[in-house]
């Protein structure tokens, strides 16, 4: 445990979240998300048992999002629906990022067949627990400054 870390970010999830450079993206999906498939070896992190919001949540404590990027964080947009319907996971994740000084259109809503290939370019995946449909995201990493 560390004095103001999230107790759910795990070591080996810090570690990953660390490793990644300004423009990698991390993806927090579902729990039946084909995570180990699409990541082709890349870094697949289980945290079951939790909510999309709650490891974004977490996640985004200590990641920032990229500035540089006009939409720095993205959703799967929910088959046969309207480009602003979001479930109450994906609302969750919109009202993150403004939290963190983003407005809600920097949320990109990203086809469900897009977004699997979307996920094929993060550097990082992070599955979570939840249970909804469409209850995947993605955040790209910004700088920090010193």
Request: glycine share 6%; aromatic share 6%.
């Amino acid at each position: 445990m560390l004095k103001g870390i999230d107790p759910i970010l795990t070591p080996d999830l810090l570690k990953h979240l660390c490793a990644m450079g300004h423009g990698e993206w991390v993806a927090v999906v579902d729990a039946n998300f084909t995570a180990r498939h699409l990541a082709n070896g890349k870094p697949v992190v289980e945290l079951p048992g939790l909510s999309l919001e709650r490891v974004s949540d977490a996640v985004l404590s200590v990641f920032p999002l990229a500035t540089d990027v006009p939409e720095p964080a993205a959703i799967m947009h929910v088959c046969d629906s309207d480009t602003d319907h979001r479930t109450q996971a994906q609302q969750a994740v919109v009202n993150l990022v403004n939290k963190a000084g983003f407005k809600s259109n920097q949320v990109k809503a990203v086809e469900r067949y897009a977004f699997y290939e979307k996920i094929k370019a993060a550097s990082l995946i992070v599955q979570t627990g939840e249970g909804t449909a469409y209850g995947n995201a993605m955040f790209c990493k910004g700088v920090i400054l010193l």
